[in-house]
């Protein structure tokens, strides 16, 4: 992995997603790229146009406030530029960071226990859904990730592979093995044993060509994926959970499952999400 991308709005959650990524790049020489995105004016309708105006920023505007902004004491020993962008919808994120070639994006949010929108709201949620390079949600009192117990979620089926492997190509860049988990939700797709076997044996010899990662996999029975990841995290006491997503999942609700399940704040995990194709 050689560079982070960080989205800068210049609030206090932006700055916790990169003391995230700084705490990262430190311990394995990566590169980290701030960007900040600006609404274009020509997206603005005549009746937005003044409710918008002034929350407004012009190139120059935010140059002086990202100047401002990464004169910071921890920056200065992590190679990192920023750059400044246009945008008409803000699920363009994905497509600058692509052509920025970043390999993890990594974004701030509020705690889970207050937890509405990320720190761009549901603009933030649609990017989350829509682009291709895996995205790292923490909370706002996240500034270091224990990466010692990493969860990855998946369904495991052919769809997920080439999430997977991104995920895997994060993992082996930072050192991490992960534990696979699957979670087997009650009702009319509930799967015996032998087929979770049958499915994951399947699914790594395709992602992988062996079974050398099925030693890490385990399996949980819950009435959802969201109960079943965060009962398991509990229990084993996780640190960081990456799961494959679709367009229609929202990471926002997922965040929120902490809360609803009683878990203790220190179970509010930073979330990766990595879209499958």
């Given at each position: 992995?050689?560079?982070?991308?960080?989205?800068?709005?210049?609030?206090?959650?932006?700055?916790?997603?990169?003391?995230?990524?700084?705490?990262?790049?430190?311990?394995?020489?990566?590169?980290?790229?701030?960007?900040?995105?600006?609404?274009?004016?020509?997206?603005?309708?005549?009746?937005?146009?003044?409710?918008?105006?002034?929350?407004?920023?012009?190139?120059?505007?935010?140059?002086?406030?990202?100047?401002?902004?990464?004169?910071?004491?921890?920056?200065?020993?992590?190679?990192?530029?920023?750059?400044?962008?246009?945008?008409?919808?803000?699920?363009?994120?994905?497509?600058?960071?692509?052509?920025?070639?970043?390999?993890?994006?990594?974004?701030?949010?509020?705690?889970?226990?207050?937890?509405?929108?990320?720190?761009?709201?549901?603009?933030?949620?649609?990017?989350?859904?829509?682009t291709e390079i895996p995205v790292l949600v923490v909370k706002e009192t996240e500034k270091e990730i224990?990466?010692?117990k990493t969860l990855f979620v998946s369904n495991y089926r052919s769809k997920a592979v080439v999430a997977?492997?991104?995920?895997?190509?994060?993992?082996?860049?930072?050192?991490?093995?992960?534990?696979?988990?699957?979670?087997?939700?009650?009702?009319?797709?509930?799967?015996?044993?032998?087929?979770?076997?049958?499915?994951?044996?399947?699914?790594?010899?395709?992602?992988?060509?062996?079974l050398d990662n099925l030693s890490s996999f385990k399996s949980i029975d819950s009435k959802s994926v969201?109960?079943?990841?965060?009962?398991?995290?509990?229990?084993?006491?996780?640190?960081?959970?990456?799961?494959?997503?679709?367009?229609?999942?929202?990471?926002?609700?997922?965040?929120?499952?902490?809360?609803?399940?009683?878990?203790?704040?220190?179970?509010?995990?930073?979330?990766?999400?990595?879209?499958?194709?």
């Amino acid at each position: 992995m050689k560079k982070i991308i960080v989205p800068i709005d210049f609030t206090e959650y932006s700055e916790y997603a990169l003391q995230t990524a700084v705490s990262v790049a430190e311990r394995h020489d990566i590169h980290i790229t701030l960007i900040t995105m600006i609404r274009n004016p020509a997206s603005f309708s005549e009746e937005t146009i003044t409710d918008s105006k002034d929350n407004f920023l012009s190139i120059q505007q935010a140059e002086l406030k990202m100047k401002e902004f990464v004169n910071q004491d921890y920056l200065k020993n992590v190679s990192f530029d920023y750059v400044i962008k246009h945008y008409r919808i803000f699920s363009e994120l994905g497509g600058f960071a692509e052509d920025l070639k970043g390999d993890l994006i990594i974004m701030g949010t509020l705690s889970s226990n207050s937890l509405k929108d990320f720190f761009l709201g549901s603009n933030t949620e649609k990017a989350v859904r829509t682009t291709e390079i895996p995205v790292l949600v923490v909370k706002e009192t996240e500034k270091e990730i224990d990466l010692k117990k990493t969860l990855f979620v998946s369904n495991y089926r052919s769809k997920a592979v080439v999430a997977y492997k991104k995920a895997m190509k994060i993992f082996n860049a930072l050192n991490i093995k992960p534990t696979l988990l699957f979670v087997n939700k009650f009702g009319d797709k509930f799967l015996t044993p032998e087929a979770i076997k049958e499915r994951i044996e399947e699914f790594l010899l395709k992602a992988d060509g062996n079974l050398d990662n099925l030693s890490s996999f385990k399996s949980i029975d819950s009435k959802s994926v969201g109960r079943g990841t965060h009962t398991f995290a509990a229990e084993h006491h996780i640190g960081f959970i990456a799961m494959t997503t679709q367009e229609k999942t929202s990471i926002g609700k997922f965040l929120k499952k902490s809360k609803k399940f009683n878990l203790s704040d220190k179970n509010n995990y930073p979330i990766m999400s990595v879209k499958m194709g």
